[in-house]
């Protein structure tokens, strides 16, 4: 009996040495197979989004663009660099983003520029763009499911145009009108009014429309001999263009502008400048006159 009880003891004392050594030795649980690593990185975003058709971009009249400030000598984050008005130049960069664009992971890269997509009801879609060498849209917007949307190529090279021209040439503290832009050779002067127009459908869209046509020799010298002088310029202003000028020359050519921002202009924009050209008061003055009496007839 008591080798029996003696053989009992040992076989237990065995037992607990050899499972406290397994204990000790076995890995520890991770929940993963073996040789199956644990995932390092996000999950892969998926979808895709058209910003044309859940935006609305395409009732785009203008489109606006702001740079990073790099100066410290002011308090704006991001100061006015172009607007992009000409319908067939707006109309081809909307084209560019009316496809599915996919998703990019957030990043916290400050955006060198903000482009704002001015629609026709005069809202806007705000969009930062693009950090040194990488080129996205990042909006805050309701319809966005993530904030980030890669840009298409066409996009990037088309927007990327405009911005190369504006920031190539400074603009000058003053400017001649005349002389810059040949006007002194000018036989007629058009004036069309920016209206927004209402379809049946629900859409909205801009349009140009003719008010007044000035061919008359004494009130076109007027006006350009109004501009002939040294005018100082200005950055863009948010504001839509009230109106378009036309001037035909000589030679058939003609010079385009718009006009900001009242029924009255008082600021002008080359259709290749990025900045506005503040004009003179006798010019202001006779182009009011003009206009007012266009109106009474």
Request: proline share 6%; aromatic share 8%; glycine share 6%.
């Amino acid at each position: 009996m008591k080798i029996r009880k003696m053989w009992i003891y040992l076989m237990m004392t065995v037992l607990l040495f050899v499972g406290m050594f397994a204990a000790c030795a076995a890995p520890e649980t991770t929940g993963q197979s073996e040789g199956v690593k644990p995932d390092s990185e996000p999950p892969e975003l998926t979808g895709a989004i058209n910003l044309v058709e859940a935006g609305g971009l395409a009732d785009t009249v203008a489109i606006h663009v702001k740079a990073l400030n790099t100066e410290n000598d002011s308090d704006d984050a991001y100061t006015p660099l172009l607007s992009i008005e000409d319908a067939s130049e707006v109309a081809a960069i909307i084209d560019s983003l009316d496809v599915q664009l996919g998703f990019q992971p957030e990043n916290l890269c400050i955006a060198d520029y903000i482009i704002d997509f001015e629609l026709a009801d005069g809202s806007l879609q705000e969009f930062e763009y693009g950090c040194g060498d990488t080129y996205w849209l990042r909006g805050q917007q309701a319809y966005l499911p993530h904030p980030v949307i890669a840009s298409s190529p066409e996009f990037v090279d088309l927007i990327g145009r405009h911005i190369e021209a504006a920031i190539s040439e400074p603009a000058p503290e003053t400017i001649n009108p005349v002389a810059a832009y040949g006007l002194a050779n000018t036989v007629s002067i058009e004036i069309l009014k920016h209206t927004i127009i209402d379809h049946e459908d629900g859409t909205l869209s801009a349009n140009f429309e003719p008010v007044l046509l000035i061919e008359d020799s004494q009130q076109v010298d007027a006006l350009v001999r109004a501009l002939d002088t040294p005018l100082k310029t200005g950055p863009l202003v948010r504001c839509p263009s009230s109106h378009a000028i036309i001037f035909t020359l000589r030679d058939g050519a003609t010079v385009s502008f718009s006009a900001y921002c009242q029924e009255t202009p008082e600021m002008l924009q080359h259709e290749d400048d990025s900045y506005l050209v503040l004009v003179s008061d006798s010019f202001s003055a006779l182009l009011h006159d003009l206009l007012s009496d266009s109106n009474r007839n």
